[in-house]
Each structure stands twice: as structure tokens, then as C-alpha cells.
């Protein structure tokens, strides 16, 4: 199969394999547990999941296709276009940025589009992944396509899970895990996080920051850039949305804030569509879900039918449930010509659930390919009839760039161990001892060897004699026996311990590159905020990771910047 990219899914390794000359390892995501089937075969057998997506993103064709479907469909270009200016403009969006969005005037123009919820101080670094992985897709649909692509990086904002945004793991001096988080601000859990405004405990959050990463060249202007964004006063969603741009607005990166009520007439359609056919994408979205487990998959999703796939959004964000005469929300009953009137004359007042988002994005945007995460590429897969329902062209789905970021002294432990990356998970030295192990000189491995069957055989050929001469001894014989294979057992751990004892460096560096790669047993693209390497590497940062991590799926990147 021919690939756009110029990249197709790797084959497994056998190892880690070592450091090329830039400095980075491909492991096969297969190789890693948290990785679900739906992930893994979506990456190297996309055929088993064709039905669910509309076209494999590694095919040529597919994306020749998109980009007509998504160019083909009429949008409000130039009110989508005024919009984000308007956006940019009130955040100091880069002047990069802000060229980039009218490019979406353009009739021929298609988007790449991804998008996270408002993470404090920018979030995880898959969020920083995650947006480089549209980007360079952007880039590659100009250039191989000669079609202007715009980078969009939708801000869910309208979502309401406070604990989801209020904290930021950092890496501190001593490659510990930290957490850096906001209390329980005025408005959070109740409403959307678009409410939430900061108040003055964003300055003893940035303080916290400071104490707890590690001073370097780049500290000062990591932090006041991060004061100029997150000041008391500011929303939530709209100092995430500042900060992305203050990273990746120079490479034109187009930031797009959902809870923007100037931004809600653009999806009235899909709301009134939501309300006529009541109960539609739910039971659409449930029958995918079905179909994919009875395939062997998982359903990310199930809905509520009895619900539409709308949120009223009034002091909070209240479920609007089918009722027999109507819709009730809250405690209100409404009918359904009185609710449609509302979508059409004031739609700000409604936002889309996780099932509709999509149809709402692709119905602003002329988005020719999503990049996702593992849970959200799940998900997707279960709205193809969603959007053939709305006559929204879906797009292609990219799975997000994966990678570790290492030091060079982990890198080198990787390239002069064969250590597999995802052994380091366990918060044990199970792979520690097994790299002590294959330090042993090879004679006392094949001694203890040797020992234990001749003590098997021996015992063995004894348990069967003694017998003859009294039938109540096999029983103290079998006894012995295991308690001569239990001494050597020991023995073997002593010795392991004794090379523990002898190789400190050895074991320094496995605990050094097991704090990096799995803080607290978790991936660090999930657990640590880029702010933590943009503190470290500054510019650099951004500029290694978009000219070295191919967006390739499959493929998970141990690199060292």
C-alpha cells in the first residue's frame, strides 16, 4: 500500500534496538500492554477496521479523496475566518498564526484538526505531540498535494471535568514526579472550564512551578511567558489557549476556542439536526459499538439513548433527555418546536456531547484528517454512520505522534542494554534483575543450571529406590529435594544481590531511566507537562521533535533532544 507520508507502520523488533545518529529508538506499540487491539490493528491491519473509518491515512488515494470530499461540502468560510481572527486578536495571537487562519478563506483550503481539553500550564506532553502531529501533516498535505492546509487545534473547553485540567506533573530536580495544581476555583465542576476564571492563586501555582523544576537558561522566560498567560482574571480555556500559542502560533498553529458563543450559529444545523431526529446518533453510535466488540473490540463509548447528544448550557451543562412530549431539561419540559426554535435563534445556549463534537468540528472546519489519541480513535470508529446521518464528510483519523524524552545518559543506557522500554513499567527490579543476570559470567549461570537438574535427576532416581526399603520415606525424600532446590534458588538470589552490591553505576542508571520513561509506573507522555522539557531544552524543544518524529503509526519514540 502506497503511503502519502512516504512512511508505513514498522514491523516489530526484537529489542530496543540502538540509538541511530539522531539520537532516537522506534519500539513497536504492539510490544506495549496499555496499547489496545483496536489501536494496534487500526496502525498495522487497517483492512480489519475499514468499515468503521473512511480511509486508511497511510493510502495516497485516500487522502486525494478527503480533500475532495472536505472541499466539495459549502461552509461558512468567511464567518469561520472572522471568528478565529477575532479569537486570535483578543488572546495577541503571533502574526504567523493569524495569516494562517485566513488561509481557511480560501474555497480550496482543508484543515487538520485535533484538539485536547484546557490542561493547566498546556497539559501532558501528548497534548504538545499531538498538536506537532498536525502540523506536519499540514505541511505535507501542501506539499504533496499542493492544496492550502491549515493546522487546528480545537480547545474543548466546554467540558466540565475540573479534576481533568486542574493539575500539571512536572519532572523536579531529582527526576521525581511532581504535581502542580489549582484548587477548586469559583464555578469549577459546575459549569464548563470556558467559566472557570483564574483568580490570584495562578501566581502560588506558577511559584510552586518554579520551586519544583529545576533552574536552567531557559527557567526565566519559561516563566514569565506563562505569567503573561495565566493571570488572574483570565479564563481557564483562554490561558491554555494563549500559552499553545505562544508555542506553536510561530509554526502557525490556529487555535480554535469551541466555547465561543460568536462560534455556535456556525453549528446551529447540527444542533436543529440533533433535535429533529432525536435519539438518531445515539443508536447509530451504538450499533458501531456493538459491531466492534462482536468483531473482538471495544466500545469507548455508550450512549444514552434516551438523551440527545446536546448539552443545554445554562448555570451548568444539563443533559437534555427525550421525554414523550417533548424534551425535558433540567426540571423544564420543552417541546420540540419550541427547542428547535432556541438551537436556531440562540445556539450558544447548547454544546455537543463527545458523540457530536466531531460533527460539529467537521462542519466548521474543511477538515481533511483528525489526529487522535488511542481513546478518542476508539470512538471515532463507532460515528462513520454519525456523520453520513448529518451529511458531514468524515475525515481520515492519524493516530498522534508517541514518544519518551530522554537525557542522554538514559539514551545510552537503552543503546548499551537490551532493556525493552515497556519492562521499566513495573515499579519493581524485575528487569533489573534480569539485566544483572545476563551480567553473570556465563560459567556460573551454566554452573547453577547444571546443579539444579543434576539435583532433579539425582533426587528423582533416589525417590524411586527408597521405596524398595521403606515405602514412608519417598515422602521425606520428594521433601528434601525441594528444599535442595530452594537453597539453590537462594543461592542464585544471593548472587544476584552480590552483583547488585558490585555494579552500583549499573543500577543507578536503570533507576535513573525508569524515573523518565514511567514517573510513578505511567508513560510520561501522559503523566509529565511539556512545560517540564520546554523548561530544560527551551526552543530547541519544538524544533527537534517537528523535524524528527515522522507522524508514522505504530511506532512509539524513545528520543533524546
Known amino acids: 500500500m502506497q503511503s502519502h507520508t512516504g512512511l508505513t507502520a514498522r514491523s516489530p523488533t526484537a529489542g530496543q534496538g540502538d540509538a ?15 496499547i489496545r487491539r483496536l489501536a494496534s490493528d487500526y496502525a498495522f491491519d487497517f483492512a ?22 472536505a472541499s466539495r461540502r459549502r461552509r461558512q468560510r468567511d464567518a469561520v475566518v472572522q471568528v478565529l481572527q477575532a479569537q486570535q486578536q483578543r488572546r495577541g495571537a503571533p502574526p504567523i498564526a493569524q495569516a494562517t487562519a485566513a488561509v481557511l478563506g480560501d474555497p ?39 492544496v492550502p492546509a491549515v493546522a487546528v487545534f480545537w480547545v474543548d473547553a466546554e467540558d466540565h471535568d475540573w479534576d481533568e485540567v486542574k493539575s500539571c506533573g512536572v519532572m523536579d530536580t531529582e527526576n521525581a514526579r511532581r504535581s502542580v495544581a489549582l484548587g477548586d476555583l469559583p464555578g469549577a465542576h459546575a459549569g464548563p472550564v470556558a467559566r472557570v476564571q483564574l483568580n490570584e492563586s495562578i501566581n502560588a ?21 506563562l505569567r503573561q498567560c495565566y493571570e488572574p482574571g483570565t479564563g481557564m480555556a483562554d490561558a491554555f ?60 463509548v455508550t450512549p444514552n439513548e434516551s438523551s ?18 417533548g424534551f425535558q431539561v433540567g426540571d423544564a419540559t420543552q417541546s420540540k418546536a419550541a427547542l428547535l426554535d432556541r438551537a436556531r435563534t440562540n445556539p450558544a445556549e447548547f454544546s455537543p456531547n463527545v458523540l457530536l463534537r466531531p460533527i460539529v468540528q467537521d462542519t466548521i472546519f474543511p477538515t481533511v484528517c483528525y489526529v487522535a489519541g488511542p481513546s478518542e480513535l476508539a470512538y471515532l470508529g463507532q460515528l462513520r454512520r454519525v456523520y453520513e446521518s448529518f451529511d458531514v464528510p468524515m475525515p481520515l483519523i492519524q493516530q498522534r505522534a508517541t514518544a519518551t ?20 513499567r513495573a515499579q519493581d527490579e524485575a528487569a533489573l534483575n534480569d539485566l544483572l543476570i545476563a551480567q553473570l559470567p556465563t560459567s556460573v549461570e551454566v554452573a547453577i543450571q547444571v546443579a539444579g537438574d543434576t539435583i532433579e535427576q539425582c533426587m528423582d532416581a533416589l525417590a524411586r529406590e527408597v521405596p524398595r526399603i521403606d515405602a514412608t520415606l ?88
Open 405 to 424: 524524552i530522554v537525557d542522554s545518559n538514559a539514551m545510552r543506557f537503552f543503546s548499551k542494554h537490551d532493556v525493552q522500554l515497556e519492562t521499566l
Open 308 to 325: 440527545l447528544s446536546l448539552f443545554h448550557m445554562n448555570a451548568g451543562r444539563e443533559p437534555i433527555k427525550i421525554a414523550p412530549d
Open 48 to 69: 480489519r477496521l475499514a468499515d468503521f473509518f473512511a480511509g486508511d491515512p497511510r493510502d495516497t488515494a485516500a487522502w486525494r479523496d478527503a480533500i475532495a470530499r
Open 241 to 300: 489557549a494563549r500559552w499553545l500559542e505562544r508555542v506553536l502560533g510561530p509554526r502557525g498553529l490556529v487555535v480554535f476556542d469551541a466555547s465561543d458563543p460568536a462560534a455556535k450559529p456556525l453549528a446551529a444545523e447540527v444542533f436543529t439536526h440533533e433535535i429533529e431526529r432525536a435519539g438518531e446518533t445515539s443508536r447509530l453510535a451504538s450499533a458501531a459499538g456493538a459491531a466492534l466488540a462482536a468483531r473482538g473490540y471495544h466500545a469507548q
Open 20 to 34: 541511530t545518529a539522531s539520537g532516537r529508538i522506534p519500539v513497536d506499540i504492539r510490544r506495549f500492554p496499555w
Open 205 to 225: 501555582a506558577i511559584a510552586e512551578l518554579q520551586a519544583a523544576l529545576p533552574t536552567t537558561e531557559f527557567t526565566p522566560t519559561l516563566l514569565d511567558d
Open 108 to 146: 480550496a483550503s482543508v484543515a487538520v484538526v485535533t484538539g485536547q481539553q484546557a490542561g493547566l500550564f498546556g497539559g501532558p506532553l501528548f497534548t504538545l505531540l499531538k498538536a506537532l502531529t498536525a502540523l506536519q501533516l499540514a505541511e505535507r498535505v501542501r506539499a504533496e498535494h499542493n
Open 474 to 561: 519417598e515422602g521425606a525424600t520428594r521433601s528434601t529435594m525441594s528444599r535442595m532446590q530452594d537453597d539453590l534458588k537462594k543461592l542464585h538470589g544471593k548472587i544476584v544481590q552480590a552483583a547488585k552490591r558490585k555494579d552500583e553505576t549499573l543500577r543507578r542508571q536503570f533507576h535513573h531511566a525508569r524515573s523518565q520513561t514511567f514517573p510513578g509506573g505511567h508513560p510520561q507522555e501522559r503523566e509529565i507537562g511539556f512545560v517540564t522539557f520546554l523548561n530544560k531544552y527551551g526552543p530547541t524543544l519544538v524544533d527537534r521533535l517537528f523535524e524528527t518524529l515522522p507522524p508514522e503509526m505504530g511506532t512509539h519514540w524513545v528520543i533524546t533532544i
